[in-house]
């Protein structure tokens, strides 16, 4: 459980150094491109906004690459269910691949894995219906091991995209709204002028 509290409260704490970093690049990759870049209050808020939705983007990303690193223990708890609930079953092929289904169907998998894993509950609910039918009990803790990895690793690349559109977006908006340039001349007349 401590473990748990340290990986999210890991997560929260890069997350917000990422987006904080990021925000700060896009600050002066903008200025880079216009050199006089005046902050208006539209683009205050944009920066604000652009700092709290790439936190929550950067906290679930790195949360999920945490995750990453239990999916080993969830094959162990697997090969341990398959083993108790593969005593005393024929070694046949027909029997095995009947196990191996069995087991996949079995509540007591997603229980075991939920009560030492909660953190990625979500990606267990399609876990039965996605492993490749024919499997046997021999590989089939690598092949649930692959595909929740899989799954995290799609979860990680929509939240990468995700930030991706926010930046484009909030890029327009400080583009867009910035305050014009004001432009002037004075004439040699009115420097020295002495009309008061």
Not at 17 to 31: D, G, Q
Not at 119 to 139: P, V
Not at 164 to 184: D, E, Y
Request: some cysteine; proline content about 1%; charged content about 15%.
């Amino acid at each position: 459980m401590i473990s748990i509290i340290g990986s999210l409260i890991g997560a929260a704490v890069w997350g917000l150094i990422i987006s904080l970093a990021v925000v700060i690049i896009l600050f002066f990759i903008i200025k880079l491109f216009d050199d006089y870049h005046a902050t208006s209050s539209i683009s205050l808020i944009t920066y604000l906004l652009l700092i709290i939705f790439l936190t929550f983007q950067c906290t679930l990303a790195v949360g999920a690459s945490y995750a990453k690193e239990y999916t080993e223990g969830i094959g162990e708890i697997v090969t341990t269910i398959i083993a108790e609930t593969s005593q005393g079953i024929n070694n046949s092929i027909s029997n095995i691949e009947a196990s191996a289904n069995t087991i996949l169907e079995n509540e007591k998998l997603n229980e075991a894995i939920s009560e030492h894993y909660p953190m990625i509950e979500y990606i267990l609910g399609d876990i039965s219906t996605e492993i490749i039918s024919g499997s046997n009990y021999a590989t089939l803790a690598e092949q649930i091991v692959a595909n929740v990895n899989k799954k995290i690793n799609s979860y990680i690349v929509r939240r990468i995209l995700w930030m991706a559109g926010a930046i484009a977006v909030a890029s327009a908006v400080i583009l867009f709204t910035r305050p014009k340039r004001r432009s002037f001349s004075l004439d040699d007349d009115d420097l020295y002028s002495t009309d008061y």
